[in-house]
Each structure stands twice: as C-alpha cells, then as structure tokens.
C-alpha cells in the first residue's frame, strides 16, 4: 500500500532523506526540471546544503494526444524521440520537426526567464542529483540525463518521489544511480499520488531559484552550451 505526498514540498522533504549521503559530498549540484521538478528540488538542495539550478526540457505531444510524449527536447538541442509512440501513431517527421519548432520557442523563453543572462551552471567533474515530481513515459527525464551527460559530471543521479516501474528501470539504465521513493503499480499519473498537485507557477520557479541561491550561492563559475 502505497501513501500520497500532501504536496511537493512534502515529497522533496521525503526524497532528500533518502540521499542524505550526498550531504557531504564537496560541490554537489542539485538541478530541478521545471516547473513541478524545482519545488521539489528545493527541497532537496535545502537539506542537503547543495546548490541548486534548472535544467530546461519540454515534452512533444503526440497529435491530438498532447499529455502522450512522442519524445522530448533539452536545453542545448537535444531531442530523443519515443520511437515506439511514434511507430504506434505513425508520426510524420513534419509533425515532429514543427512541435519540436514550437517547443524550443517554450523552452527558450523559460530559458531566458528563470535565468537571465546567466549560463548554466558548471556540471563538469560534479555530483549532480537531478530531480522531478513524478517519472510517467519518462521522456522529459531521458532527455535531460543524456544532454547532462554531454557536459561530464563524474556522477549523475535521478531522484524522483515516485515513478512507473518501466519507467524508473528505464532510468537506471541511463543514469549512475535512479532513486524512485514509490513505485506503484497500477502507476495511473503521476498527480494521483499528491494529494495537492495545483500546477507551479513561473514565478514560483523564480522565486525558488532566487531563495536557494542565497542560501547555496555554490560554485560560482559557469559554462556555455
């Protein structure tokens, strides 16, 4: 029998105890996918004393289907298609490049918005948790480990408060080390293990990133894409 989080804050609360031995690894670096990723990566960060930043992805919607992922895009470029979505509905290869077009418009201006003129953070030769609300297809994830991975951190970890069981078997297959706190079958959504699962806001973001920047300014140097 598997419990609801109340919320985000609650799970991220429940997440950081279960990585607890990060605490003292030197330059940790804790990244949140936004916007439901970075609530609970706050607190995450918070008590584990770590940094924190955003890494921007968004999910393709398959056609007239748009919470089904056909694939996802990162920050940097990156796409990674779910061929088997894309087989199964047989997506045309225009359809893909125009939401791909339409998404990177949305992830650029999330881009610019949560950080500035700021350049991502340094990942290389750094212990980087990255974490989100829940794992359903797990694309928007995939994409963002494997363009993490470009950047050479010398460990990259996944933690989620819960996650499909293909999903998060997936992962630890893509990642140094996946932690999904709850794997409940049958899995549904991910929001139907939150008691209150109201959309986060782009200000909520901001706001978080601003506060766990005070509080872990971290390091301070910084690398382009």
Known sequence: ???RFVDRENAGRVLAQKLLKYKEIPDLLIIGLPRGGVV????VARALQAQLDVFIVRKLGAPYQPELAMGAIAEGGMLLLNDAVVNYLSISKEFIEQTAKEEMVELERRQKLYRGDRAMTKIAGRTVIVVDDGLATGATMKVAVRALKRKE???LVVAVPVGAVSTCAELKEEADETVCLMTPEPFSAVGSWF???EQTTDQQVR???QKAHELYPGHQSSQKE
């Open 40 to 43: 609970v990566a706050f607190e």
């Open 195 to 197: 008691e209150n699962f």
């Open 1 to 3: 029998m598997f419990n």
């Open 207 to 209: 706001e978080l990133l």
């Open 153 to 155: 951190p010398s460990k």
